[in-house]
């Protein structure tokens, strides 16, 4: 069985410092990762993944995320956050050997960043 | 615009009362899911589609149809609707059902708000 979990119901963050949001995994075969974001009133846009390859993946509006395997982790990173980055973030994992394209979610965490 | 729409945004109504949330995507499409998401639940698959005619079940499927006889429909019909169906439901769509694929990221439509009393 395929799980996400994100050990943070809300992350505070000043514009302008570094932003992470946590997400670790757990797979019985190869870990297929994403990171989605949600606006208020609006569904989840896709913002990275991780198929295989490189461990920093880089996505949209500046965001990247390290994958690192030994510690089955896949953190959501932002060198300096916006007001705008305010939103809600699921992290999310699909088992290599799941069928259907399923997506496990995390229960999200949301972000605040202040002026 | 390539987009999922879905109808209605909100809904209220009755225990029982059976109601259809519709889906579209105008971006020809293979893959098809409907998801609900509750607070602190994260999101929660109930049914998704790889093409027409073939539907499966998700982890929450109870109380829940589907049916994909067009490829860019995925309507989700609730028979005898229930207060713990209460949520906020999304549809998405892709490309390609496989996760690994370039075209797998999900798009999302806005979300129907859901309140059954």
């Known amino acids: 069985a395929q799980s996400v979990a994100q050990p943070e119901d809300q992350v505070n963050v000043a514009e302008g410092n570094p932003l992470t949001v946590k997400c670790t995994y757990s797979?019985?075969?190869?870990?297929?990762l994403f990171w989605y974001v949600q606006y208020p009133n609006r569904g989840l846009q896709f913002l990275l993944k991780?198929?295989?390859?490189?461990?920093l993946v880089k996505g949209s509006y500046g965001f990247e995320a390290e994958f690192n395997k030994s510690q089955t982790s896949f953190h959501l990173k932002k060198p300096s956050a916006l007001v705008s980055d305010s939103a809600l973030y699921f992290c999310a994992v699909s088992d290599s050997r799941a069928a259907g394209n399923k997506l496990t979610f995390g229960g999200g965490t949301r972000v605040l960043v202040k002026p | 615009e390539a987009q999922v729409t879905q109808n209605p945004r909100y809904l209220i109504t009755v225990t029982g009362k059976k109601l259809t949330v519709t889906c579209s995507q105008n971006?020809?499409?293979?893959?098809m899911s409907w998801y609900r998401q509750d607070p602190g639940l994260g999101l929660r698959q109930i049914y998704y589609s790889m093409n027409v005619e073939v539907t499966d079940k998700g982890d929450v499927p109870e109380g829940y149809k589907v049916s994909r006889k067009e490829k860019r429909n995925f309507p989700l019909i609730l028979e005898s609707p229930s207060p713990n169906q209460t949520s906020l439901y999304f549809c998405?769509?892709?490309?390609?059902?496989?996760?690994?694929?370039?075209?797998?990221?999900?798009?999302f439509g806005n979300g129907t708000r859901l309140t059954v009393t």
């Open positions: 998405a769509s892709s490309l390609s059902y496989q996760p690994s694929s370039y075209n797998s990221p999900l798009h």
């Open positions: 971006m020809n499409h293979e893959y």
């Open positions: 797979v019985s075969g190869n870990p297929y």
């Open positions: 991780y198929i295989t390859g490189d461990n």
